[in-house]
């Protein structure tokens, strides 16, 4: 009796710490997140403003017509990339292909190549000399050939904890091919080949993923469940990607026919990995665009010494095209979200350019109808003094204080908290150019995206520029000014910044995001 009364006592013990109510609750075991202005970026909360032209311009009236949009809160970099900051990119590439390299000559001299057994004395001797420049955590001995790379990289991950000595005698043979060839060699100068530094990363095109296309057709044209084809969806007679046997927009059918004959017409794609883009592309800055860009001038210290010399680390980063600014971007993800899972963090929303809207709305300083970032309508204060570095009084250039660019933080922020949104460099935006975007995009986070092909013509290759730049006349520090600039083009007076889109309903205050509203729901349950 006494065993049935203990066993009863613990069945309802365990029934009363039960997590099922029976009721609508949720999943329950979800990790609480806090949302967190990331490092250097300021916050722009949701709204709408008056995008385009606040005056009267007669030749641009058609591609600058006032419009109403409203934009999702986002951050935004408080300034420009600078050279020290793209630096960090360019470095990450160089030390992640000498690690490289590092691990694919070691590993052959230790294992003796294919033709010495691999022996436990070896494999120690390996992981030892190995962990200098790899994870231990992923350690484990297994019998195979370290020769084999591309088996070899499964198993053990860069180390960026340890520094690579570049002038370590033991590495200089292994990364001997990393530097320019003697007979390219500048009074023999031991550089890095910044032509090797080629850096590979991959995006989602989502705008194709989420277009529909024909379902998958069987041999004897029936359907998954039987049915003849009588209907035909997007791209039934697209003829086969060059680089792939499937028909271009193929979907797998997933629906289902019930008893009456009804079917839920559910829609999967064939091959999600067609949607996955993989690039590779230099980082390396296109120097000599200072040279290129000006006829019968001479900018040859700024080409020598601007992107590398520590006096310039506080400078915007020119010579960027469009898609490198895209390729750090997807590389500022990767490095932001990797050390957030190593701490326990759940990943947060991509880095990218800034949509056109996102820039104005930014650029405003939630001013509504001001000309400049300022205010406006003048681009110098009451004292006199110019407000931002552009190309004042018919080419005097240093009278606004900056000869070629400034430091990323002079002037006065905004009121957001944004420097040189206004002249220094022109910034690039993510969105496509096309002179009448603003008439047909939407007035919800309005946005125009194409991606060019190669083969496309130059037209459909141009990208929004905004802001203005330090060799420009004060017309184009206009909040609502729009020029472009070919996608593949690097310029000396071009440089970029980053948002990321805020995870919450975007309000005002910032303290209230994630905080008290999450306690609130948490209340209601």
């Not at 990363?201 to 993923?209: G, K, M």
Request: hydrophobic share 30%; charged share 25%; glycine share 8%.
């Amino acid at each position: 009796m006494k065993k049935l009364l203990l066993i009863s006592l613990i069945s309802a013990a365990l029934a009363s710490c039960s997590t099922r109510t029976g009721h609508l609750t949720g999943v329950l075991v979800r990790p609480m997140y806090f949302p967190e202005v990331p490092l250097g970026m300021v916050y722009v909360n949701s709204g709408g403003f008056t995008m385009g032209e606040n005056d009267q311009d007669v030749p641009f009236l058609h591609q600058t017509r006032p419009k109403t949009v409203s934009v999702q809160a986002f951050y935004m970099d408080q300034t420009e990339i600078s050279n020290n900051e793209y630096r960090q990119f360019v470095e990450w590439v160089r030390d992640s292909i000498a690690r490289d390299k590092i691990y694919l000559n070691e590993a052959g001299r230790t294992s003796g190549f294919k033709n010495e057994e691999w022996t436990d004395d070896k494999a120690k001797e390996w992981i030892n000399y190995q962990d200098l420049y790899f994870d231990e955590g992923t350690l484990e001995y297994t019998p195979y050939d370290p020769a084999d790379r591309a088996l070899g990289r499964t198993l053990f991950n860069l180390n960026w904890d340890r520094e690579i000595n570049y002038t370590d005698p033991e590495l200089v043979p292994l990364l001997a091919d990393m530097y320019y060839p003697q007979p390219e060699r500048f009074f023999k100068r031991k550089e890095i080949d910044t032509r090797k530094l080629m850096y590979k990363y991959y995006w989602v095109d989502l705008i194709e993923a989420s277009k529909r296309g024909r379902i998958n057709i069987t041999p004897d044209g029936y359907d998954n469940q039987g049915e003849k084809i009588v209907t035909e969806h997007r791209n039934l007679e697209t003829p086969p990607h060059p680089f792939t046997k499937d028909p271009q927009g193929q979907d797998l059918d997933l629906g289902h026919f019930n008893k009456k004959g009804q079917n839920n017409a559910i829609r999967g794609h064939e091959q999600r990995q067609r949607f996955i883009i993989d690039e590779l592309i230099n980082v390396y800055p296109d120097t000599l665009c200072w040279i290129r860009d000006f006829t019968y001038s001479f900018h040859d210290p700024m080409t020598q010494m601007y992107f590398w010399h520590p006096s310039y680390d506080n400078y915007p980063v020119v010579g960027i095209t469009w898609v490198q600014a895209k390729a750090f971007s997807i590389w500022r993800t990767q490095l932001l979200n990797s050390w957030l899972v190593s701490t326990g963090e759940i990943f947060v929303n991509d880095f990218r350019l800034p949509t056109e809207a996102e820039w104005e709305r930014g650029s405003r300083g939630n001013l509504e109808l001001a000309a400049y970032p300022w205010g406006g309508p003048y681009n110098r204060n009451e004292g006199g003094c110019f407000l931002g570095n552009f190309k004042p009084m018919r080419g005097r250039y240093f009278e606004d204080g900056g000869f070629h660019t400034v430091k990323v933080y002079s002037y006065n922020p905004n009121g957001w908290g944004l420097y040189c949104m206004a002249g220094n460099v022109s910034e690039w935006c993510e969105t496509a150019f096309d002179e009448s975007m603003n008439e047909f995009s939407h007035d919800l986070n309005s946005d125009y995206r194409y991606n060019a092909m190669d083969w496309d013509p130059p037209s459909m290759k141009r990208k929004i520029l905004r802001g203005g730049s330090w060799k420009d006349i004060g017309y184009y520090m206009q909040n609502s000014t729009r020029t472009f600039e070919y996608q593949d083009s690097a310029k000396s007076y071009v440089g970029f910044r980053d948002v990321m889109t805020h995870l919450g309903r975007g309000g005002r205050d910032f303290t209230r995001e994630g905080g008290e509203e999450i306690q609130s729901d948490i209340q209601l349950r």
